[in-house]
């Protein structure tokens, strides 16, 4: 099936005594879906820090044969346990400085909606906070008799 495309339907109904007669032929203009899960997450390593955390995401294979209005964000802290932090994002790339734990890994997972509904969520992206080290300043040496 095409999107876009007309769709015949028959309907027949079925309970414990029985089923009824099969409808007329229905016509559809064509069906609309929910968009793929977003694909691609990367965590933005050029603003990623001990603070905040930056990721982007591209869009799903398919828009469902309706554009992708925005997007919902949700994340946990490695217990499974989702909570949202965004709806409405109508970027493909997010910020958030909500109270990291240095050190803590963050899982986050998007979820794409059109005018039909919510997509699948995306495949999980885990970002450790931390940030590299600073550079280590020159090394020096000294002489204390026989010990370098």
Not at 75 to 83: A, K, L
Request: aromatic share 8%; net charge negative.
């Amino acid at each position: 099936m095409q999107l876009g495309h007309k769709i015949y339907i028959k309907v027949q109904a079925f309970n414990l005594y029985g089923s009824s007669g099969i409808s007329e032929a229905g016509i559809s203009d064509g069906m609309e879906f929910v968009p793929d899960a977003p694909i691609n997450l990367l965590d933005n390593v050029l603003v990623t820090s001990d603070s905040v955390i930056g990721f982007s995401w591209n869009e799903g294979a398919s828009n469902g044969d309706s554009p992708v209005l925005d997007y919902r964000i949700t994340y946990d802290q490695s217990t499974g346990n989702y909570i949202t932090l965004a709806e409405g994002v109508t970027a493909t790339s997010y910020t958030t400085t909500i109270p990291l734990l240095k050190g803590q890994t963050y899982n986050f997972k998007v979820e794409a909606r059109n005018t039909v509904g919510y997509s699948l969520h995306s495949e999980i992206l885990s970002i450790l906070v931390a940030q590299v080290p600073d550079q280590v300043a020159e090394p020096s040496t000294s002489i204390d008799g026989v010990t370098v």
